[in-house]
């Protein structure tokens, strides 16, 4: 060897996988000689000896090929954590960490002297604080406690610390729309939870079917899930979640909804009461209306009570106004826009392998346009609509102009263009459900068989927002047959109030 290890082993034999790896590194076989280093740090690891770590990280010459030099890069910072300063060997893992380290990753982190005091227990602090700040106001602040956990786990050694520190991140950047990081730190932690073990890299599977679910690529969200499933086992993190992206999927695409909604019915039965959120819309999804109505209406009176610092506050406030919508509930949606407001320009997604949802605003809307708020919704829409093309959110970019276009009346140019835009970008995803309501809602309307045309006609300049004074200019009446006229449409439809009325013509066409 040639220099001084932590473990002692100053004068003993070089290892001869080592002259292997560096045969076949000289021969240009370089993912052979990698497979042999990677066994030797397997091995290093078990023995607690850090001169073989070392050595190995060492063999490799900065390989071109992204992944594999990624992978170089971790086991380089982590020999180096381990090796004495005064190891000439130290100052070539220097190097080694500054030649892999690529510059779309993300940077190296300063550690914070004070946790290496402890840091086992600095880490749990970590833990800890993360837990308490679930809250979205409070990303920015997980965002700094993160970059001291990779700190911790460059400096330390402890590949854990840094393999959190990075998932810590990626929840973080999911949250705040910033693709470019996000991506940089799942190749940054790939080759940390190829050594972590099985949860691990079933928990990377799912952060890239949250990502292919984004950009509406269906197919592969369920080939995603179903191998982090695998690779979990029963009862994983991967499992549940198998379910939960299977439920999302259905709700674009309409696949095995019923079957789905058997499931989530049975998985919602051991969770909090709240999470029958998921069950009322995957029984609206299965075509269940009458039973997605009674879950929400055990549910309505509850919504406000989900804690502020729940991973799943975003997530299920999007759920909530979903649900608003279907069921025309103002007095929910009033509540839920005011929850979800101070979100405004984030992400609804409360971490990284867990199913995105889209940006805040497209809620926002669709919550607005309930409450009857045209120019409101039609605000939040246009920059939910930015904030997916940003993205590459196809779905949800599709589902912004739905609601777009049923904030016009029936037969408007408005509606006839924002339609067309839903249809076509669901129907290059195959978001199936979008695509059919498009369909439906440029469609040229029947009326329904309960108003006479008047009254229809009345019913949809009340979606426009018009006020009655107004109604009466348009149609050249008096202000007080458009008051006859729309307390009629509201007895014959059962209905309590105009704002209801408004949102029952732009979604029932």
């Given at each position: 060897?040639?220099g001084a290890?932590?473990?002692?082993?100053r004068?003993r034999?070089?290892d001869?996988?080592?002259?292997?790896?560096r045969?076949?590194?000289?021969a240009?076989?370089v993912a052979?000689?990698w497979q042999?280093?990677a066994?030797l740090?397997?091995q290093a690891?078990?023995?607690?000896d850090t001169d073989?770590?070392?050595?190995?990280?060492?063999?490799?010459r900065?390989p071109s090929d992204p992944?594999l030099r990624?992978?170089v890069h971790a086991?380089?910072?982590?020999?180096?954590a381990l090796t004495p300063s005064?190891d000439p060997?130290?100052?070539r893992?220097?190097a080694?960490v500054?030649?892999?380290?690529?510059?779309?990753?993300?940077?190296?982190?300063?550690?914070?002297p004070?946790?290496?005091?402890?840091?086992?227990?600095?880490f749990?602090?970590?833990q800890?604080?993360?837990?308490?700040?679930q809250n979205?106001?409070?990303?920015?602040e997980?965002?700094a406690?993160?970059?001291r956990?990779?700190g911790?786990?460059?400096?330390?050694?402890?590949l854990?610390?840094?393999?959190w520190g990075h998932?810590?991140r990626m929840?973080?950047?999911?949250e705040?729309?910033r693709?470019v990081?996000?991506?940089?730190e799942r190749?940054?932690v790939?080759?940390l939870t190829?050594?972590?073990g099985?949860?691990w890299r079933?928990w990377?599977?799912l952060?890239?079917?949250?990502?292919?679910l984004l950009?509406?690529d269906?197919?592969?969200?369920l080939?995603?899930?179903d191998?982090?499933r695998?690779?979990?086992?029963?009862a994983s993190t991967?499992?549940?979640f198998?379910?939960?992206?299977a439920?999302?999927?259905?709700?674009?695409?309409?696949?095995?909804?019923?079957?789905?909604a058997?499931?989530?019915?049975?998985a919602?039965?051991?969770l909090?009461?709240l999470?029958?959120?998921?069950?009322?819309e995957a029984?609206?999804a299965a075509?269940?209306?009458?039973?997605?109505?009674?879950?929400?209406?055990a549910?309505?009176?509850?919504?406000?009570?989900?804690?502020?610092?729940a991973p799943e506050?975003?997530i299920?406030?999007v759920?909530e106004a979903?649900l608003?919508?279907?069921f025309?509930?103002?007095?929910v949606?009033a509540?839920v826009?005011d929850?979800?407001?101070?979100?405004d320009?984030?992400f609804a997604?409360?971490l990284?392998?867990?199913p995105?949802?889209?940006p805040v605003?497209?809620?926002l809307?669709?919550?607005a346009?309930?409450?009857?708020?045209?120019?409101?919704?039609?605000?939040h829409?246009?920059?939910a609509?930015?904030?997916?093309t940003?993205?590459?959110?196809?779905?949800h970019a599709?589902?912004a102009?739905?609601?777009?276009?049923?904030?016009f009346?029936a037969?408007t140019?408005g509606?006839s263009?924002h339609?067309?835009?839903a249809?076509?970008l669901?129907?290059r995803?195959g978001?199936?459900?979008v695509?059919?309501?498009?369909?439906a809602?440029?469609?040229t309307?029947?009326g329904?068989p309960?108003?006479?045309a008047r009254?229809?006609?009345v019913?949809?300049?009340?979606a426009e927002g018009l006020?009655?004074g107004a109604?009466?200019?348009r149609l050249v009446?008096?202000e007080?047959?458009?008051?006859n006229?729309?307390?009629?449409?509201?007895?014959?439809?059962d209905l309590?109030?105009?704002?209801a009325l408004a949102?029952?013509a732009r979604?029932?066409?």
């Amino acid at each position: 060897m040639d220099g001084a290890g932590t473990n002692g082993a100053r004068d003993r034999p070089v290892d001869p996988r080592l002259d292997e790896a560096r045969r076949r590194h000289a021969a240009g076989d370089v993912a052979a000689a990698w497979q042999v280093c990677a066994a030797l740090a397997v091995q290093a690891r078990m023995a607690a000896d850090t001169d073989l770590l070392a050595d190995a990280a060492l063999v490799l010459r900065r390989p071109s090929d992204p992944t594999l030099r990624a992978r170089v890069h971790a086991l380089a910072v982590e020999a180096l954590a381990l090796t004495p300063s005064d190891d000439p060997r130290w100052v070539r893992l220097e190097a080694q960490v500054a030649a892999t380290r690529d510059t779309h990753h993300a940077p190296l982190t300063d550690v914070d002297p004070a946790d290496l005091t402890d840091p086992e227990t600095a880490f749990l602090g970590l833990q800890a604080r993360i837990a308490d700040l679930q809250n979205p106001a409070h990303v920015e602040e997980r965002l700094a406690l993160a970059d001291r956990a990779v700190g911790l786990g460059t400096a330390t050694g402890v590949l854990e610390y840094a393999a959190w520190g990075h998932r810590w991140r990626m929840d973080a950047f999911a949250e705040l729309g910033r693709p470019v990081e996000l991506a940089a730190e799942r190749a940054t932690v790939q080759p940390l939870t190829e050594t972590l073990g099985a949860d691990w890299r079933s928990w990377l599977l799912l952060t890239r079917a949250s990502s292919r679910l984004l950009s509406g690529d269906f197919d592969e969200v369920l080939r995603l899930v179903d191998e982090a499933r695998d690779v979990g086992g029963p009862a994983s993190t991967a499992d549940f979640f198998h379910l939960v992206f299977a439920s999302e999927v259905a709700g674009w695409t309409g696949a095995r909804a019923a079957e789905v909604a058997l499931e989530v019915a049975r998985a919602t039965q051991d969770l909090p009461f709240l999470a029958r959120i998921w069950l009322a819309e995957a029984l609206e999804a299965a075509g269940d209306r009458e039973g997605a109505r009674a879950v929400w209406t055990a549910l309505r009176g509850h919504v406000s009570s989900m804690p502020q610092d729940a991973p799943e506050l975003l997530i299920a406030s999007v759920g909530e106004a979903a649900l608003c919508e279907v069921f025309s509930d103002t007095e929910v949606a009033a509540g839920v826009y005011d929850r979800l407001l101070p979100h405004d320009g984030r992400f609804a997604i409360g971490l990284a392998h867990a199913p995105h949802h889209g940006p805040v605003a497209l809620a926002l809307g669709r919550l607005a346009l309930v409450l009857g708020r045209v120019e409101d919704a039609r605000r939040h829409l246009g920059s939910a609509l930015v904030d997916c093309t940003a993205l590459q959110a196809l779905p949800h970019a599709a589902l912004a102009h739905l609601t777009l276009a049923r904030s016009f009346g029936a037969g408007t140019r408005g509606r006839s263009e924002h339609g067309a835009a839903a249809a076509d970008l669901a129907g290059r995803v195959g978001a199936t459900v979008v695509l059919d309501a498009a369909a439906a809602l440029t469609a040229t309307p029947t009326g329904d068989p309960r108003l006479t045309a008047r009254e229809r006609e009345v019913a949809d300049l009340v979606a426009e927002g018009l006020t009655n004074g107004a109604i009466a200019g348009r149609l050249v009446l008096s202000e007080r047959t458009v008051e006859n006229h729309v307390a009629h449409v509201l007895h014959k439809l059962d209905l309590p109030t105009r704002t209801a009325l408004a949102v029952w013509a732009r979604t029932r066409d």
